[in-house]
């Protein structure tokens, strides 16, 4: 074309979680059965929506607002059951005017991003959920600014590099938390979400907490919501029903927004992503509608809590096997459906392989790898081809260790159990093949 139509961020716009498939399917296609480790997806995995969710979810479509528009913000009657629900934590108070619904918490990260001035810059964690990270690059032009988690306490945030990359990086104008954490499972307890808080307060800085797991919570961990700890500073906590209810294909989230009036320019930033629903019109009306109905029934409760015990049992199950393994660290999650492994610095090198037993995906394989791939994505690729077990890399989630993701969504118990023992030995086999 006569002038560059690609936006300067366009290839910072990199999803590893599904851009991995593509891979997968090539090998599937050449005759490889996979397990698919790499999506977050409850109801792909086997789990089923419980019937009375069904039921109310029935009795919303028999009603003929679930299928008009809605108001740009969202449900007003949702809104406000929402900004109740809220208060009655404590903390900061909201009315239905703070609550805004998009389609989708992507929905909702791609405009939080797209509103901010270029030069404005979020400081996330890491390892990086990929739709944050993206959609910061993308928006700056710039690689995605982290701040460390630490994989040896349990992945928490390291409070002073937080602060330092703040202090000597003014284009930081807020800093972003997932809590309960993807891709780590980590769950942070409320002294540290406060030393968060309290840095913003000190810089000038708003606060974004993606709670989207917040009501997935187990071994020993408790959610603190930031609406509980953010005080009088400006804050954004992004909420959805695509993994408690579950219901992924709802493409159904919310921010809640704090203190909007504390500051003119947050306040004139908020406007900004309201306006631009404006130009949508409005998000999805049925799930919105649903809300209300399932989350006041007093089985919601009971259904969060065995959701809970279902993924902790999983988690010591992966936990058991996965650490009898040499060579890695497997870090026990205490949030969402995630878990993690860390190789040991320096165990992975370039002469490490898995046999394939496929003629045709041997070939693939030595197209996929090369010298400049990172080391653990090499890993992943072998356990493909080799075993067949889809994962994501944790250098794909911004993180300078290498490791990988696998769920705990897998509802078929003997399959799940198998998974994790044919995972460990691959990963045995693999660190044993470079010796």
Partial sequence: MRRNIVHPGADSLTYEIRSIVAIGRRIVNMGVEMTWENI?????????????????????????????????????????????????????QINSDDILFFNGLGDAISKIFSGLRREARILGPSPAYSTHSSAEAAHSGYEHLTYRCD????????????????????TITGILLISPNNPTGAVYPKHVLEAVVDIAREYDLMVINDEIYSHIVYNGAETVHLSEVIGDVPGIALRGISKEFPWPGSRCGWLEVFNRGSDSNFDRYIKSLADSKMLEVCSTSMPQLVIPKVYSDPRYVEHLQMRAKMYEKRSQEAYDILSQVDGVKVVKPQGAFYMTVVFEPGILNERQSLP????????????????????????????????????????????????????????DDAKRKQTFIRMAKGIKDFLASGD
């Fill in 40 to 92: 977050g997806d409850p109801i792909a995995k086997g789990e089923e929506v419980v019937p009375w969710i069904k039921e109310k979810t029935l009795e919303v479509m028999e009603n003929n607002l679930a299928w008009g528009y809605c108001d740009s913000k969202g449900v007003e009657q949702t809104r406000q059951f929402l900004s109740e629900y809220v208060n009655q934590r404590g903390g900061a």
């Fill in 151 to 170: 994989s040896n306490r349990g992945w928490l945030p390291d409070i002073e590099d937080i602060r330092n990359k703040v202090k000597y990086n003014d």
């Fill in 356 to 411: 394939a037993a496929n003629q045709n995906v041997r070939n693939y394989m030595e197209e996929l790898i090369h010298p400049g791939l990172s080391l653990d994505q090499r890993f992943a690729y072998h356990l493909m081809a080799s075993v067949g077990i889809c994962i994501v890399p944790l250098s794909s989630f911004c993180c300078n260790q290498y490791g990988f993701r696998f769920t705990l969504l897998e509802t």
